[in-house]
């Protein structure tokens, strides 16, 4: 058994943070999933962008779309999106059935130019879910103050949500309580909240980058020595495992064990942003670190082969000197170095991130739209 197929003896489900039209129709997904024991995928703007941009896959595609009339470059991203979505759903239907819809997700986010707008954020996910028209889609929404209104209310209609974009373990509570108020409002109109899936997607990797940035501007002398010592590439799991620790508080009360009567699924925690930026750490640290049951860790094609290759699961790592996760928030707090401004500027930082990615992506799409007008 490989390390990845451990992590799921261990509770946790691999996913595969990628998404091209090649990984689909050269069968390299079912393989992943056959021998590797990918169980989801995840795509964002920037995969997308790199995907349409930077291969020659959808060049066929893009050429009949060039011979129709005043073609939308909007909508031949989104037909070309929606088509990849739907063939990696296909190929992950059999993981979602056998799993009975605990697994065999793929995500597909809406525009990121709609974070800041509830309605226009409910109205795209209804009109992609739709499209798709797969069970075993979930709909990507950011965790940003109007993104998580949205989040219940699509909930409440039996859609399936990735909270995206979260750094913030407070934040992350105001996430399970939409999630949860939605399958109650569910629940309320006739619905059936077991067939819905949510997970909250918390990423890891860009805490440290931000954190370790702040920790080497501190003032040279003893006091930063220390801290570089002991906090330097800590912050990211220790908020990982605070994130851990809120969760299994709040699917402890009576308000979840009411739901969970009902049939309702657990939201999970997704680790996101596992690779590794700092080429000093393990190149696996992201995921070793992180194990543990009913939660998930997307992870980019380089990470998941490293960890395949070298990975060492330990069952239940999340809980491991989970005592220490408070006092590296605290030490940082003392030091000046909120966590909770660190979050906040992270959350509109990938925001902007996506909607660069997806102008750059647009604009290239209408280039090739261009050349084969020309050709």
């Known amino acids: 058994m490989n390390p990845l197929q451990q992590l799921h003896e261990f509770g946790q489900s691999p996913w595969l943070d990628f998404l091209n039209r090649d990984l689909v129709r050269n069968g390299e997904l079912r393989r992943l999933i056959q021998q590797d024991g990918v169980r989801g995928l995840t795509s964002n703007p920037s995969i997308f962008a790199k995907a349409i941009g930077e291969t020659k896959q959808y060049d066929d595609v893009l050429a009949v779309a060039a011979t129709k009339p005043r073609t939308s470059v909007d909508l031949?991203?989104?037909?070309?999106?929606?088509?990849?979505?739907?063939?990696?759903?296909?190929?992950?239907?059999p993981v979602y059935d056998e799993s009975f819809g605990a697994d065999g997700y793929v995500s597909l986010?809406?525009?990121?130019?709609?974070?800041?707008?509830?309605?226009?954020?409910?109205?795209?996910?209804?009109?992609?879910?739709?499209?798709?028209?797969?069970?075993?889609?979930m709909v990507k929404v950011p965790?940003?103050?109007?993104?998580?209104?949205?989040?219940?209310?699509?909930?409440?209609?039996?859609?399936?949500?990735n909270i995206t974009l979260l750094f913030s373990v407070d934040v992350y509570e105001e996430v399970v309580d939409a999630y949860m108020?939605?399958?109650?409002?569910?629940?309320?109109?006739?619905?059936?909240?077991?067939?819905?899936?949510?997970?909250?997607?918390?990423?890891?990797?860009r805490i440290d980058t931000a954190v370790d940035k702040r920790l080497k501007a501190l003032p040279d002398g003893e006091g930063k020595e220390r801290a570089l010592k002991n906090l330097l590439s800590k912050a990211a799991i220790a908020n990982a495992k605070l994130a851990?620790?809120?969760?299994?508080?709040?699917?402890?009360?009576?308000r979840w064990a009411k739901l969970?009567?009902?049939?309702?699924?657990?939201q999970r925690l997704l680790w996101a942003s596992t690779s590794v930026k700092d080429p000093a750490l393990p190149d696996t640290l992201y995921v070793d670190a992180l194990v543990g049951p009913e939660t998930v860790n997307t992870?980019?094609?380089?990470?998941?082969?490293?960890?395949?290759?070298?990975?060492?699961?330990?069952?239940n790592a999340i809980v491991k000197d989970s005592a220490e996760a408070a006092k590296v928030i605290e030490e940082l707090d003392r030091l000046g170095i909120s966590l909770a401004m660190v979050a906040k500027q992270l959350t509109e930082d990938g925001v902007k991130l996506f909607k660069d990615a997806f102008d750059g992506l647009l604009r290239t799409l209408a280039d090739k739209l261009r050349d084969q007008q020309t050709a």
């Open 244 to 254: 851990n620790a809120r969760s299994n508080k709040l699917h402890e009360g009576e």
């Open 299 to 315: 992870m980019p094609v380089d990470t998941l082969k490293a960890y395949g290759d070298h990975g060492k699961p330990v069952a």
């Open 109 to 137: 986010e809406v525009s990121p130019f709609l974070a800041n707008d509830t309605k226009a954020t409910i109205d795209e996910a209804r009109r992609l879910w739709q499209a798709v028209a797969r069970d075993n889609l």
């Open 76 to 93: 031949v991203y989104e037909q070309l999106a929606i088509e990849d979505i739907r063939g990696a759903a296909d190929v992950l239907r």
């Open 260 to 266: 969970r009567e009902l049939g309702a699924r657990r």
């Open 181 to 205: 108020g939605g399958l109650e409002d569910l629940a309320a109109n006739g619905g059936e909240v077991a067939k819905v899936a949510s997970v909250a997607s918390f990423f890891v990797s």
């Open 143 to 161: 965790g940003t103050p109007a993104g998580i209104p949205a989040v219940r209310k699509l909930i409440g209609e039996g859609i399936n949500v």
